[in-house]
């Protein structure tokens, strides 16, 4: 028998496609979607935005709300830069830290339980795409959250106040809004993919990512009672992010502290990360 | 031009354990079975020419490219893992449908091939349930499907009979045939001799990391079957069995059990000893309870080939 092994069979047709990682973020956002507290749990998130919205809201109509707001310090309603930091990086960054621990935690340590890697690896997808189709999903979550309420806030202020004065009074202030919610974005993204590589149990993870945040700001508090050394808060998240986001904002920092150590020490957390996860997604081989 | 997958001095450790040492081949297109026993190197070998890992020494090119580095070569490379590896909430057309995407099929054209796919590994029926309700077989043909769905050239396929019904084995053995019938480079690998021999003439033989034989089955067949078999059987007649048995110039050796009933034969040739049983079996009435191979397995094979058996 002869066989003609020059001969190829080829019918397929390709389309080259610019961003490889979209379909990566694409599956992983129909797949948290698909979660079952996905929908009240991410609308929940949504709840500071909602009371930040109220408070625009009071701040331009003081004089039928004064009966509610007696008492209260002037700076509490004032609209201004600050205002926008303390949606940025105040306390509402736990109700996005719920939602990442919740939906994101699994994103590669779900991939790592079910031996996915070997089938992104065999496709046309570089390292690098396979992490940013998981990075654009976290990016997703944190810019709805961040950057858009933020811009829709200043529209909201604008229309309450039926003028472009707010504008013109802090033009850089979109700009602002912008760059934090990108650095937040940057930083929550390699931090959650990082613990997510760190474990095939998207529960293990889930706890990580609330459990470090949490345990660097008590570590802070408790080591600050003890030394009185206002630089121990280089050791907390939160206050890192805080005097970044006092900087981005023209703000005072919260801490006698220079912002650029916290910002320093937060890049410096998200190289380290970007080369462990990096590390971490190679190192997945089975020994036989 | 013609398909090839080669490696040169192809060397991988793993820590201290060597998964493989200085693998130098050549794959044309049409079937090679990679034949070794279980954990001799064949999935290291698989993931090495995948770029799954890289190399310790050497490298591996795939017509002529370097497989590192280059994603744009698996638009024509299909790989099916031998573990298993879905995303169990996911329907079969749901797997086969995101992995064509990201083999950056137009959402019309995936869902096109998925269920083509599908057909051809006989799971269409099925395309709608989750794949944790699949069975062994049917996560296997699934496996299977997603490596072929893009139509590729060139396929490496480690263990894809592991698990399968003797039907759907045939069927998957039928498929890959005519893979490689039509051209394309189909590597397989495989524990079972007789599922390599169903598949083609071409194979390579891997024991503890090296390539310790490559050519014509038929040539390795006959290295092995100079390798005397022990055969174990049950029979309430094996006194009588025993007699016949050691009459025939093709069996070394007969000895009894730890109980009356059962007899080990040491043969030089399976094919003539198993003929001579059935013959036994229909004609001097015999009753075999149970027929086994205590020493059918690769790895005494490739012991007494390494002469450590």
Redesign the interface.
């Known amino acids: 028998m002869i066989?003609?092994?020059?001969?190829?069979?080829?019918?397929?047709?390709?389309?080259?496609?610019r961003f490889?990682w979209w379909?990566?973020t694409?599956?992983s956002l129909k797949?948290i979607f698909?979660k079952k507290y996905f929908r009240p749990t991410y609308a929940l998130a949504f709840l500071p935005a909602f009371f930040f919205v109220v408070g625009l809201y009071i701040s331009e109509r003081m004089e039928d709300f004064r009966f509610m707001v007696r008492g209260a310090r002037p700076e509490f309603l004032a609209v201004n830069p600050n205002f926008f930091k303390n949606y940025l990086a105040g306390d509402f960054l736990l109700f996005l830290l719920i939602g990442l621990m919740t939906f994101c935690a699994g994103l590669v340590a779900?991939d790592l339980r079910?031996?996915?890697?070997?089938?992104?690896?065999?496709?046309?997808?570089?390292k690098k795409?396979y992490l940013v189709g998981k990075a654009a999903v976290i990016a997703f979550l944190v810019l709805t959250l961040t950057a858009v309420p933020g811009l829709i806030f200043i529209i909201i202020k604008m229309l309450f106040a039926g003028s472009f004065a707010f504008l013109k009074a802090y033009p850089w202030l979109p700009l602002s809004i912008l760059v934090y919610s990108f650095f937040l974005t940057a930083f929550f993204c390699l931090y959650t993919i990082l613990l997510s590589t760190l474990s095939r149990n998207s529960r293990y993870v889930a706890v990580m990512i609330f459990a470090i945040y949490i345990f660097s700001d008590l570590l802070f508090g408790f080591l600050y009672a003890w030394f009185k050394n206002p630089y121990l808060s280089l050791f907390s998240i939160k206050i890192n992010l805080q005097q970044v986001a006092a900087f981005v904002f023209r703000q005072k920092p919260l801490q006698p502290v220079s912002w650029f150590w916290s910002f320093l020490i937060l890049v410096s957390f998200m190289v380290l990360a970007s080369q462990l996860v990096v590390r971490k997604i190679k190192a997945v081989?089975?020994?036989? | 031009m013609?398909?090839a997958v080669v490696t040169e001095h192809l060397s991988r450790w793993?820590g201290n354990?060597l998964?493989l040492s200085d693998v130098s081949l050549e794959i044309?297109?049409?079937i090679t079975g990679l034949l070794g026993p279980?954990?001799a190197?064949?999935?290291?070998l698989l993931?090495l020419i995948?770029?799954?890992?890289r190399p310790s020494l050497g490298r591996v090119t795939i017509n002529g490219q370097p497989v590192t580095?280059r994603?744009?070569?698996?638009?024509n490379?299909?790989?099916c893992?031998e573990?298993?590896?879905?995303?169990?909430?996911m329907t079969g057309f749901q797997f086969l449908y995101?992995?064509l995407?990201?083999?950056?099929?137009?959402a019309e054209?995936a869902g096109l091939e998925a269920e083509k796919a599908l057909r051809l590994v006989d799971l269409y029926d099925d395309r709608n349930r989750p794949i944790k309700s699949y069975s062994r077989g049917m996560r296997q043909r699934l496996k299977i499907a997603?490596a072929i769905a893009?139509?590729?050239?060139i396929m490496v396929l480690d263990e894809p009979l592991n698990g399968l019904d003797p039907l759907g084995k045939r069927k998957i053995i039928r498929l890959i045939r005519d893979y490689g019938?039509?051209?394309?480079l189909v590597i397989v690998s495989s524990h079972v001799l007789p599922e390599i021999e169903a598949l083609t003439r071409k194979i390579i033989l891997i024991h503890q990391g090296k390539v310790f034989a490559q050519g014509d089955i038929h040539e390795i067949r006959d290295l092995i079957d100079r390798h005397p078999h022990v055969v174990s059987i049950r029979t309430p007649a094996s006194r009588v069995l025993a007699a016949a048995l050691i009459q025939q110039p093709f069996v070394v050796k007969a000895y009894f059990g730890d109980d009356e009933e059962s007899l080990l034969v040491e043969t030089k040739n399976r094919d003539q000893f198993f003929r001579f049983l059935l013959e036994m079996a229909a004609v001097k009435g015999i009753k075999l309870e149970e027929i086994t191979s205590p020493d059918d397995n690769l790895q005494a094979v490739f012991d007494y080939l390494v002469g450590k058996g």
Do not use: C
């Not at chain 1, 066989?3 to 496609?17: A, K, M």
């Not at chain 1, 079910?114 to 570089?126: C, G, I, M, T």
């Not at chain 1, 081989?285 to 036989?288: A, F, P």
């Not at chain 2, 019938?181 to 394309?184: A, S």
């Open positions: 066989r003609e092994h020059g001969y190829t069979h080829w019918e397929g047709r390709l389309v080259e496609r490889s379909p990566i694409r599956l797949l698909k779900d079910h031996n996915a890697l070997p089938l992104y690896f065999s496709r046309p997808l570089q795409d081989e089975v020994i036989r | 013609s398909l793993y354990v998964g044309g297109p049409g279980n954990g190197g064949k999935s290291t993931k995948t770029g799954q890992i580095g994603p744009e070569l698996f638009f490379i299909g790989y893992p573990q298993d590896a879905f995303f169990e909430g995101w992995m995407r990201l083999h950056h099929f137009l054209r997603q893009h139509d590729p050239e019938r039509e051209g394309r």
